[in-house]
């Protein structure tokens, strides 16, 4: 998606003629369905005048192509200005330019990282203007496959045209990244030599033609992170991390550099689904390891743990596989500060107990700070899928407070997933109840939501999906019982009325279900699929959670009595009824919505709710009529 694009000259008629911000703002609701703020109103206003003082130039060819907020594919980040045209020879050029409206800034000492004022009232950390050009360049690069195939040259830069240079922003500690996107200051010579690196790279225009191309480029599948993970433990730089993502990492490598027995850190990092809190874990471990600190990832969920070890057999050691990862209760008896540093992901699974029967140790949370001078946990208060879970925020705040830990917070909150719509969140939250957002209805975008008529027919749909790359699969609501488990032959998820009959996947491939060729045929659930991520998942909503009184409602009694998540609310409620109903309802609500949320490009749902079915069909936007 691009908000605006036209040629150079009807881009500068179009900022004389003044109100260019609301003409884009306009197109921005038509395109998002949201209100551009004020602030982003005077930026636009500001950034984009100066942009077309740098662009009266008779050397800049007047049918340049010009485009203004470019979403990046399976992101919710937009790159500020694009400029389109060629070289000489003919050679494709796109220069990415990120525009920034401060005039001073503080240096900080982590990598790529800068102190500036970033809209708010307060300073704050994060990327330096020429890390965040080349590392949309570099996502632009690995997503677009008009930029891929289309041997398209791409060039980044940073535009601060309000800044004069006080030593800080051009500071040698980011040299690197400056070498990779140049920047550009206030002041005539700074316009010239942005102009200079603008011609030098177009030569020739194509009223924009190749941010067409881009904008409806086909999208290529994105790194899977346990595909990645044997050559990122080889050295290989697999994924670029991007703003809130790269402050993240840093101020954890940072906080485990420094930690001691005496200085212990806590960094609690919180995030939504496909916020990229996985891939910053991993990163993390990556790095940790490589400096020599003793560090491990540890995580409640077997599942991902698994993946990440079958992923690593035949390239590691099984000693080295087991020394990187552990489950959250082999920490009961190790030694305060034995590590250098834990990385916890899904931190909201942790449980007050280990073992297997829930009778060991005093309380994960603590265990685990106890056990490394560095933690970093990684949370979603939103995925606590258990009456067990007990890893929220506050929790973590007060184990940190008791055992004289500093805590760092931080969040993730751009997302990766869902092909980055922040939107499609805010719509299930809505749809399912979770809290009331302004996203009542979901546009048709890059993001596959469909309400599927049949289990049948969801199923046929999300194996043809996976033909192509084995990475879409069916889940659903643990509403059946196991039968299979003690008669391999018998069927679990039964809906008679649709001829529908699938096993659950618990036994044969267990944790790997998620990565097993033949699991196709087979049903998940959110035991062996949190934390992990598809490119197309199916959603059967069982009788947990129906549609009545013109509301969504939760039905604890519609779940299968052997699921573990809920086992034993019945005594809990004769004790405190309003808690534990309170508890079931967000329970089964997440559940259902980290399930929905598991792809990245799809997610297809059926509800044997007919009511509930309705409901959410009504909450889809209707295709616009074809206009033949």
Not at 44 to 60: C, F, K, N, P, Y
Not at 146 to 158: F, I, N, P, Q, T
Not at 236 to 247: G, Y
Not at 521 to 540: A, K, R, S, W
Request: hydrophobic share 35%; net charge neutral; glycine share 8%.
């Amino acid at each position: 998606m691009i908000v605006y694009q036209a040629n150079k000259s009807g881009f500068i008629k179009d900022i004389e003629n003044r109100g260019i911000e609301y003409q884009i703002a306009r197109t921005y609701l038509d395109k998002t369905g949201r209100y551009a703020p004020d602030a982003e109103l005077r930026a636009w206003r500001s950034s984009l005048q100066e942009m077309a003082s740098v662009l009266r130039d008779d050397g800049i060819p007047d049918d340049t192509g010009i485009g203004v907020e470019f979403g990046i594919p399976q992101t919710s980040k937009r790159i500020d200005f694009l400029i389109s045209g060629s070289t000489a020879d003919g050679t494709p050029h796109l220069i990415i330019v990120e525009l920034k409206q401060w005039s001073s800034s503080k240096l900080s000492v982590k990598d790529g990282i800068v102190v500036a004022q970033r809209g708010g009232p307060r300073e704050s950390e994060g990327p330096h203007p020429c890390y965040q050009a080349w590392s949309y360049a570099a996502l632009l690069e690995g997503f677009n496959e008009a930029v891929h195939e289309g041997d398209v040259s791409l060039k980044a830069c940073a535009y601060l045209h309000n800044y004069t240079d006080d030593g800080i922003i051009t500071h040698p500690h980011y040299a690197p990244y400056i070498e990779k996107a140049p920047i550009f200051l206030k002041g005539n010579t700074e316009r010239e030599r942005l102009r200079s690196f603008i011609k030098q790279h177009v030569k020739r225009g194509d009223n924009a033609e190749l941010l067409y191309r881009i904008e409806n480029g086909r999208i290529r599948p994105s790194k899977m992170l346990a595909d990645s993970l044997v050559k990122m433990l080889r050295g290989s730089r697999e994924f670029i991390l991007i703003d809130e993502q790269k402050l993240v990492y840093e101020t954890a490598l940072a906080a485990a550099r420094t930690a001691s027995s005496d200085a212990k850190q806590v960094v609690l990092v919180k995030g939504g689904p496909g916020t990229g809190k996985s891939v910053v874990a991993i990163n993390l471990l990556v790095e940790l390891t490589r400096l020599g600190l003793l560090a491990k990832y540890v995580s409640k969920n077997a599942a991902p743990r698994a993946v990440y070890k079958e992923r690593l057999r035949g390239n590691f050691k099984q000693v080295e596989i087991g020394n990187l990862f552990s489950g959250s209760g082999g920490f009961i008896e190790t030694a305060p500060d034995t590590f250098d540093a834990l990385v916890v992901d899904e931190a909201h699974r942790l449980n007050r107990h280990s073992g297997l029967y829930g009778n060991l140790g005093e309380n994960q949370v603590k265990e685990l700070i106890q056990s490394a001078k560095c933690t970093i946990l990684f949370v979603d208060d939103d995925q606590m899928v258990t009456l067990a879970d007990i890893g929220h925020s506050d929790e973590i705040r007060h184990w940190a407070n008791e055992l004289g830990a500093s805590v760092t917070e931080l969040e993730l909150a751009s997302q990766f997933r869902c092909s980055g719509s922040d939107g499609y969140l805010a719509w299930i939250d809505n749809t399912l109840g979770i809290r009331e957002t302004a996203n009542t209805s979901l546009d048709h975008g890059d993001f596959d939501f469909r309400v599927i008529d049949s289990p049948t027919e969801l199923h046929a749909l999300i194996a043809e999906k996976n033909r192509h790359n084995n990475r879409s699969r069916v889940v659903a609501g643990y509403c059946w019982d196991w039968e299979s488990k003690k008669k391999p032959e018998a069927y679990d998820i039964v809906i008679p009325e649709f001829g529908y009959q699938r096993q659950w996947n618990l036994d044969k491939d267990g944790s790997l279900w998620l990565i097993a060729p033949e699991s196709i045929d087979e049903v998940g659930c959110i035991h062996t699929c949190q934390g992990l991520e598809l490119d197309y998942v199916g959603v059967i909503i069982g009788p947990d959670m129906v549609f009545q009184n013109h509301t969504v409602q939760t039905d604890p009694s519609g779940r299968s009595k052997q699921d573990r998540s809920i086992r034993g609310y019945k005594k809990m409620v004769q004790s405190d009824r309003e808690e534990t109903r309170k508890r079931l309802d967000r329970i089964i609500r997440n559940t259902y919505r980290t399930l929905m949320t598991r792809g990245m490009k799809g997610c297809y749902v059926y509800c044997t709710d007919p009511e509930l079915q309705a409901h959410l069909s009504k909450a889809i936007k209707p295709l616009a009529p074809v206009v033949l």
